[in-house]
């Protein structure tokens, strides 16, 4: 089941890079990459909050269950 996501939309709504992103968030460069190409990844709740967090937004917003 792959879960969809809004990370590269609020990414580029924020004017900012992968790399930045990463540096916010805490989270790899590479995992976010992932994430943001549908790849099948299995990232914790925490994970999906601190990139949430880091695009200003909650975590419904960015992650579609």
Not at 51 to 63: G, K, M, R, S
Request: proline fraction near 0%.
């Amino acid at each position: 089941e792959d879960m969809k996501n809004n990370i590269k939309e609020y990414r580029e709504k924020l004017n900012m890079t992968q790399i930045e992103l990463a540096k916010k968030s805490e989270i790899s460069r590479y995992l976010i990459s992932q994430l943001e190409n549908g790849e099948d990844v299995n990232i914790t709740k925490k994970t999906m909050v601190q990139i949430a967090t880091a695009l200003n937004a909650n975590v419904l917003e960015i992650f579609l269950f």
